[in-house]
Structures are given as C-alpha cells and as structure tokens.
C-alpha cells in the first residue's frame, strides 16, 4: 500500500476511535489488514503532526486538525502539578521548567480576570484583576488546566 493510502487510514483510525499511543495505532492497522513497520508509523506520525495530548485524564493521540484549544489544554494540563491560592494570588506549580509555558498561555487567554502572570522554572504566580476574582480564577484553572 502507498505511503497516501497509509496516512489516509491513519487519518480515519484516529477519527473513529480512542487511540492513545503508536502501539494502539499500529494494531488497529494490522487489525484492518494493512501491514506497518513502526518506524514507518513513526514518519507518518511525524508527517501528519499527530501529537499525544492528556484528554480526560487519559493520553489521545489527535490529528493537527483536531480543536486546537483541546490539544492546546492538554498540552499545558500536563504540565500543571497544583493550583492553590490565599486571599490575594494564585500559585500554580509545574513540572521543572514548565512554568514559562504555562504563563504563557494563561496571558494568551487575555482573561479579564488575570491581571497578569510571572513564570519561574516550575512555579507561576498568577495575579487577579481582582481579589473578589480569585475563587472564580482558581475554579477555571483547576477544570481547564489542572491534571488533579
């Protein structure tokens, strides 16, 4: 089978089932009939910007054209080891070296809530526009970003 009609099984296998790594892709192929080596699975992966991302608590593999702020979530909902706040801010921890991007996507939210976020390697500091914001703020961070 030529390396198209591959690529477009991959494309219809994700899209109709939960497929969390390349071995689960690899034999939903060889179930269908078509014979893959993996490192050939591992180009077309590659080529087709098939990523891994945490969805529900379990690992989804998702096509580039898949929701973009889903894959974009769990991306970053992997990162996020605790959220936790006081009456004035909320402190976010990540995996080491983690924080940067996680900061940085809050700030791309350009939520009215955040006022503003400050990155270290694993830690965030997230200041509310308001302190009457901070409940709300940690509740969106908890169900949006947060593994736990």
């Not at 099984?9 to 969390?20: A, D």
């Not at 087709?48 to 690992?59: E, H, K, Q």
């Not at 593999?61 to 706040?85: C, Q, R, T, Y």
């Not at 009215?112 to 509740?139: W, Y």
């Amino acid at each position: 089978m030529n390396k198209y009609a591959r690529q477009l099984k991959i494309r219809e296998i994700l899209h109709q089932n939960s497929v969390g790594n390349q071995h689960d892709l690899l034999q939903l192929l060889h179930d269908s009939g078509m014979r893959v080596a993996q490192a050939t699975l591992s180009r077309d992966c590659a080529e087709l910007g098939i990523i891994r991302s945490r969805t529900n608590g379990n690992f989804k593999m998702l096509l580039p054209d898949d929701d973009p702020d889903k894959i974009i979530k769990g991306l970053v909902g992997v990162e996020v080891l605790s959220v936790n706040a006081n009456e004035t801010s909320i402190i976010i921890m990540t995996l080491p070296g983690r924080a940067h991007g996680v900061g940085s996507w809050l700030d791309q939210l350009k939520s009215p809530l955040i006022l503003g976020t400050i990155a270290g390697d694993d830690t965030v500091l997230v200041i509310p526009s308001s302190v009457l914001n901070i409940s709300a703020l940690k509740s969106y961070i908890h169900k949006n970003l947060s593994k736990n």
